[in-house]
């Protein structure tokens, strides 16, 4: 294979992974099955796997290779482990039902929400963003936000987790192409971070169960200005 | 060498606290911990004060006068609070649970190090993780007293924090994409100031806004602030002076030092968003203020106030306004564990955090009543209090810059504060002693006459009487080598003199 053909084919496939990734970012917003949440947080992992691969080989960079290692060994095996110890799995065959907004409008929102990040990251792309900069920026971005967007309609603990994973996905999917150089204890760190906030988020999700029975945290509603 | 002697000394303490070597060992080592940081602490501080940078590890750890400022308030407020919580815990704490007092202890330490961390990492990847590391580390503590709204107010914690960190992840990434630009530079805040001249300003924009927003959620700007006075409110006393004394402006700290990245510095748009945010900040909480009916909440809002007022001073340009906000996050520190330890004292006292529950406190608990209410007139800016004396240099500022409009707004809020923190406090105060209301729930009232005066323990008001006096001393006199060190800090921020 020649080296243009090889590099056309390694954009394409990037391409095709931002493409999955956002997808997944839509599906943390519209599925109801908390297990099916899981699963696709996992999938959005392997994806930011597969494009931190690519980039790696494109750049020549042994970091972005780590960072692969590190993704698919905390996000694809270690939480989701922790996630299924951490709250019962009652919690995870369960549907959750009530949604601050309906899904069909959720949905469109979050439409919206991937055209205004293409929108704020169309003035940083100027003519010396690389291609692949060009797929990953704004795909980290809109999966960013809609994470945002997805913990503030979830009423459960473990889906509001899960947006929060996906914000910090979305960031390190828009971050291995934009900056592949940083060091690599920053990478370990943050992946010993990424872990840290799954402990500590789901340890509290198991105490407010013990406390309440359920974790329904959207119903927490003591503590607010009268 | 001292900052790593300072990381150092926090992680045995932690560590060491987890040994069960009876009631008194893990207090006694987390004071002694303390103690050495602070003394390490003002020794960088002191070093730093000539404007001079202290280096430990080139690039990773080092402190100029901004962030030497910081590191000594930290290790001021973790030493007080240290001496704080001896006497709370232990009067908190059932007599027969000593491992919580362990846990409480190592926890404790685990988050005075993340924060101490934040002024001593000077890669701004690190930086990022220590800021996130300490709301990680500190929800379990604001979960400590285990009730539904201890966990309620722990969770709205983490998660709208967590929240935050990504969006700033993403600015912080921003800007080490922008460094690229400029070949061999290192990813520090110095090395950031050298290279923003060539980067594009849409992306130092874009990225400032990621920050503000990320971070902001952290520091409790309005409209991010939420979660604040429900964690602030719902911890233990002396992690309530923690969080919302050293915290929140640690983390303003890191959004402050973007600041000299904008050509022109705070005449720029940075320095215009921080002047919005601080008034929507300042505004906002100043008329919450007015209708809390918990004491520790009232505290909470005064926070957010404070916050918006340091980010217009840092945002209204020029060195006397530079000086001002540094004056103003000195004040607003010391002061702010003053009010929360006296809010603890007063808690130890009466039982209750309802505002309308108390009355004639100067009669059950004189001391708490005591300071509660200097702690009070203190943070509400009453003369000669160190926050009087920068509120003031701030607005002075302002009118001699010409911002008469964000002056007039700003001192109008400083005043509704200061009428609804002393109206609120004074109800406390002062009054009949023989109504206390039973229940904070169901807001029952009760008859009930408390027979004794409650004294509270010794340390606490060791802790009390060491963040009171610098809390009026500054407002009267700033010693030398302190007021160079505020002097070079207010410099850095890139206001002419």
Known sequence: MSPDLLVSFLTKLNALTGGVFLLCAFGLVGIRQMLTCLRIYVCQSLLLAISAVILGYYHASIHLFVVAALTIVTKVFIIPWVLRQAVGYESYAKREISQAINIPTSLLIAVVIAIFSYYIASPLLTAGAGVLEKVNLPIGMASLLIGAYTVTVRGEAVPQLLGILAMENGAFFAGISIAPNLPLIAELAAAFYVLITVLVIGLLAMRIHKMIAKTAVGELMALREE | ?497
């Open chain 2, 1 to 497: 060498m001292e900052l790593i002697y300072i990381l150092l000394v926090s992680i045995s303490a932690a560590v060491l606290s987890l040994i069960p070597l009876g009631r008194r060992f893990a207090p006694g080592v987390t004071i002694l911990g303390n103690l050495a940081i602070f003394l390490l602490s003002l020794r960088t501080a002191l070093a730093t004060a000539g404007g001079g940078e202290v280096i430990a590890v080139r690039d990773y750890l080092s402190c100029d006068s901004f962030s030497g400022l910081i590191l000594l308030l930290v290790a001021f407020v973790g030493l007080a609070a240290a001496f704080f919580s001896c006497g709370y815990i232990a009067t908190t704490v059932g007599a027969t649970d000593d491992r919580k007092i362990r846990r409480y202890y190592s926890r404790f330490n685990l988050f005075l190090l993340s924060m101490l961390a934040v002024p001593i990492f000077s890669q701004l990847a690190l930086v990022w993780i220590a800021v996130e590391l300490t709301t990680l580390l500190s929800v379990f503590l604001v979960g400590f007293e285990s009730t539904p709204q201890a966990l309620e107010a722990a969770w709205k914690y983490a998660v709208l924090t967590c929240m935050g960190a990504s969006l700033a992840l993403i600015g912080i990434l921003l800007l080490c994409w922008g460094l690229s630009a400029t070949p061999q530079a290192p990813f520090t805040w110095a090395g950031l100031l050298s290279a923003s001249p060539r980067m594009s300003p849409a992306l130092l924009y874009t990225a400032f806004l990621f920050i503000l927003i990320g971070f902001g959620t952290k520091a409790g700007l309005v409209p991010m602030h939420t979660w604040l006075p429900d964690a602030h409110s719902q911890a233990p006393s002396p992690i309530c002076a923690i969080l919302s004394g050293i915290e929140t402006t640690a983390v303003l700290y890191c959004i402050i030092r973007l600041l000299p990245l904008f050509p022109g510095g705070a005449a720029s748009e940075a320095g215009k968003w921080f002047v919005i945010f601080g008034l929507i900040s300042a505004g906002v909480a100043a008329f919450l203020l007015i209708q809390t009916k918990d004491y520790k909440r009232l505290f909470a809002f005064s926070t957010v106030e404070h916050m918006g007022i340091i980010l217009v001073a840092a945002g209204l340009g020029g060195f006397a306004a530079h000086l001002g906000a540094m004056m103003q996050i000195v004040s607003h520190t010391v002061t702010k564990s003053l009010c929360f330890f006296a809010a603890g004292t007063t808690l130890m006292a009466t039982g209750t955090r309802s505002i309308g529950a108390i009355r004639g406190l100067i009669r059950i608990s004189p001391v708490a009543a005591i300071f509660l209410l200097v702690g009070g007139l203190s943070i509400a800016g009453a003369p000669p209090s160190a926050v009087f004396l920068s509120e003031f240099s701030i607005l002075k500022a302002g009118i001699i810059n010409g911002q008469y409009l964000v002056i007039g707004l700003l001192a109008f809020f400083i005043g509704v504060a200061f009428f609804g923190i002393m109206q609120q406090i004074n109800r406390m105060v002062f009054g009949s002693a023989d109504i206390i209301l039973m229940d904070n729930r169901t807001q029952l009232f009760g008859r009930a006459i408390l027979s004794q005066r409650n004294t509270p323990p010794l340390t606490c008001i060791l802790a009390l009487v060491i963040t009171l006096i610098p809390a009026i001393l500054f407002g009267i006199y700033l010693p030398e080598p302190f007021y160079q060190l505020l002097h070079q800090a207010a410099a850095l921020l890139g206001g002419s003199k």
